[in-house]
């Protein structure tokens, strides 16, 4: 939209000089000149403290499953109960060779170190999402979503593999609430209690932390398969993303805003 201002010359009239309408603006719309508006969205997609914490969670996570992976290697077998070891009947015999005996030090204090910068970021999601009200305004589902029919429906959508739309970028469907919800308040909270249950210093101060599971090989059983449903949730996430458009979703999460948006004279 160009504005042009033109000029009325000044006249006289019986011996008074009018200045009449000295500037009269024109609003005209030349075509070759029309500026495109950004197509990026300027309402926010996601808060600071929620990016803050998501790439601090993907690096720790990386780091717990490059350490768990090396600790796994070095016994790879489930045991039930409070103790567990070569020669003794084990729960599961996973297909995986004894290559790290004995030298999983490294990985131990790497998955040490891991959790416990989940934890603390996890705690500081957690507080800021109850604070501004996150987890209320766009994590929990109405009474309404959730139904059957809804979740069908979204069910159904997924298996297509469509691209969403500009609107369905911009908020979670009911599916992708509930399984949020149930990764942030289930299983990662699952996941450290288990951890926290195979540490003899800590379980020496708060035994129940074991206990409840019946042993130190029975936390570490469920924390495998735990962290296998973490493993499942971040491939599936991963995927979707990259159905969704992965520069533009990777962009959101980094500037906070989604970069949708229409083409404006």
Aim: proline share 5%.
């Amino acid at each position: 939209m160009i504005l042009i201002v033109r000029t009325t010359p000044l006249h006289r009239r019986n011996g008074v000089l009018f200045l009449g309408h000295l500037f009269m603006a024109e609003s005209v719309y030349i075509p070759g000149l029309a500026i495109p508006a950004s197509s990026v969205s300027t309402a926010p997609r996601h808060s600071v403290i929620v990016r803050i914490t998501h790439w601090i969670t993907t690096l720790s996570f990386i780091g717990l499953l490059v350490s768990g992976v090396a600790i796994l290697l070095s016994h790879p077998r489930l045991y039930w109960g409070e103790t567990g070891a070569v020669g003794s009947p084990s729960l599961v015999d996973l297909p995986l060779p004894f290559v790290l005996v004995n030298q999983n030090g490294w990985g131990r204090h790497l998955h040490f170190l891991s959790a416990w910068v989940v934890v603390l970021n996890g705690l500081l999601y957690v507080l800021s999402g109850f604070v501004t009200q996150h987890f209320r305004r766009n994590m929990v589902p109405t009474k309404a979503d959730l139904t059957w029919k809804s979740f069908s429906r979204v069910i159904s959508s997924h298996v297509r593999l469509p691209r969403p739309s500009a609107d369905e970028a911009l908020t979670y469907n009911v599916l992708q609430r509930v399984t949020y919800l149930i990764v942030i308040f289930g299983l990662f909270p699952l996941v450290i209690w288990t951890g926290l249950a195979m540490s003899p210093a800590i379980t020496s101060v708060a035994p129940v932390l074991v206990t409840v599971f019946g042993g130190q090989q029975s936390a570490r059983t469920i924390h495998f398969f735990v962290s296998c449903f973490l493993l499942l949730f971040v491939f599936v996430h991963i995927g979707m993303v990259c159905l969704a458009g992965f520069g533009k979703r990777v962009r959101s999460m980094i500037t906070g805003h989604a970069g949708i948006g229409k083409e404006q004279a």
